[in-house]
């Protein structure tokens, strides 16, 4: 019998028309209603995508990664470190969060925040893995990570992402590699290490003056600082005494030190037959020279806190910014060696002015003498008054700085320390002439063999970088 077929005119509730087929003299029905459709949803179709693209970037990157099966609960797959095609039996669990183009929570140009779930966080937090976010963007094809904090007292459901730091590229290689290392164990990753850098030792090798002048006297230095003061001229620290003797590079004949010294028992020697004195106590005492010269030397834009024992550079004014601009290693540039941070709480009030400082140390090595300069910073609440609660300040700076910033420091400090010689490399200062007593090579350059990475010692939180933000940046460019 031929095949016959009826269409008949399907219901509201058809989807599609019932089709009867009438085949050999038997009739089959097929009903297709809506309800009985399946469907793949948009959520499932952008988490294969992502996963895929993770996927795929990872093995751009040179690790491997092995998605898990359908019953994952919190883990979508695990990405294994490999170091130039090698493996390392080094995991890290990535549960990976994808949306075609949606905008993130708290999302800006530099950054964007996201909540994880508590039940992940309780579910991760047993895992023996380091665990990391993922955010997939398919609009943008963007990658983002950061690590679930996973050890006691330190879990944190919010995460910050830097659009810049937390980016998923080859630029992230050795802080995920860094991650597999056990935080409660021994060691640390250590990366494919480079070809070598150029270090800069932060020492400033120092010119001495050819001789020094030394004297008789009856006095020790706290009754011979009575005797200065009671003669009404400007007074000057540039001197030591001991043992009844005085020590100095200027000629007390010639300054207000005369008033306190033997004059006729004033001579002028050789510097190096008592700055090389091998007694340990004689090279200490000629240290303390060097640095109260250094303090005379630099008294217009140096003052000296005792307490922390720091040099740290003067405000011209009550409140006012003070900008040093000089020659770097490679271009000009500046430095804002006073900056002022107003309140976040009281508008038009200063909150804290930021001095550039640094602790000296004199050293002699080798026959000769060093002055180590180690940066740091002096805050005061006007650019005078000493702040009253420095160090949180002091520490949420120092945890921002890297080798880069250290590195600049050491060359600016150089160059401040030398403006007033022949030369001097302030642009736009104007002319002054001090006496300079004390003269300072450039910091030695020495070649290491290898280059370590910066972000193998870790990244900053984001809890981190909002404590240290002091506003204004160290060096425009370095």
């Keep these: ?161 830097d659009k810049t730091l937390d980016v998923l590229d080859k630029s992230s290689l050795d802080r995920l590699a860094a991650l597999t290392v056990p935080i409660n164990g021994y060691g640390y990753y250590v990366p494919p290490l480079g070809g070598g850098e150029t270090a800069l030792v932060n020492l400033l090798p120092i010119n001495l003056p050819t001789e020094i002048f030394v004297a008789s006297t009856p006095f020790d230095r706290k009754s011979a600082l009575k005797e200065m003061y009671d003669t009404g001229e400007t007074a000057r620290y540039d001197w030591v ?54 303090q005379h030397q630099m ?37 804002d060696v006073v900056n002022v941070t107003m309140s976040t709480k009281v508008p038009g009030k200063v909150g804290f002015v930021r001095h550039h400082a640094f602790a000296p140390k004199f050293e002699c090595m080798m026959d000769q003498w060093f002055l180590m300069v180690s940066p740091t910073y002096h805050f005061t609440t006007n650019g005078y008054t000493r702040h009253p609660f420095p160090d949180a300040l002091l520490s949420g700076k120092k945890r921002l700085e890297n080798n880069a910033a250290i590195r600049g420091q050491v060359i600016m400090w150089h160059r401040f320390l030398t403006q007033n010689e022949g030369g001097a490399t302030d642009l736009f200062a104007e002319p002054v002439a001090p006496t300079v007593t004390l003269r300072f090579d450039p910091p030695p350059e020495i070649e290491l063999p290898t280059t370590v990475p910066d972000d193998v010692w870790g990244k900053r939180t984001a809890t981190e970088q909002d404590e240290g933000n002091t506003s204004g940046s160290l060096f425009n460019e370095v």
Excluded: C
């Design 299 to 335: 008294q217009d834009d140096l003052a000296w806190d005792k307490g922390n024992r720091v040099f740290y550079v003067k405000a011209y004014e009550d409140s006012q910014p003070r900008t040093f601009h000089y020659q770097s290693a490679k271009v000009k540039t500046k430095a």
């Design 1 to 161: 019998m031929r095949e016959a077929k009826l269409r008949l005119r399907p219901r509201k509730s058809w989807r599609t028309p019932a089709i009867f087929k009438i085949r050999d003299g038997a009739v089959a029905t097929m009903f297709y209603h809506r309800t009985m459709a399946k469907k793949i949803t948009d959520n499932q179709l952008i988490g294969e995508l992502g996963e895929a693209a993770v996927r795929k970037r990872f093995l751009s990157m040179g690790f491997q990664f092995d998605s898990r099966s359908r019953l994952e609960a919190g883990i979508d797959g695990l990405a294994e470190v490999m170091i130039d095609g090698e493996p390392t039996a080094r995991m890290i669990a990535v549960q990976i969060k994808s949306t075609r183009g949606a905008k993130y929570t708290s999302e800006t140009d530099t950054s964007f925040t996201y909540l994880l779930d508590v039940k992940d966080l309780a579910y991760w937090n047993t895992s023996n893995l380091p665990v990391i976010v993922v955010m997939y963007r398919e609009s943008d094809d963007s990658h983002y990570w950061a690590q679930v904090q996973t050890q006691p007292g330190v879990e944190q459901r919010r995460l910050t992402f």
């Design 241 to 294: 005494i001991k043992d009844g003797t005085f020590w100095s590079f200027h000629d007390p004949r010639d300054a207000v030190t005369g008033s306190f010294v033997d004059l006729d028992q004033v001579d002028a020697i050789e510097t190096r037959m008592i700055g090389y004195h091998e007694d340990i106590d004689e090279q200490n005492n000629f240290a303390f020279l060097l640095r109260q010269t250094l």
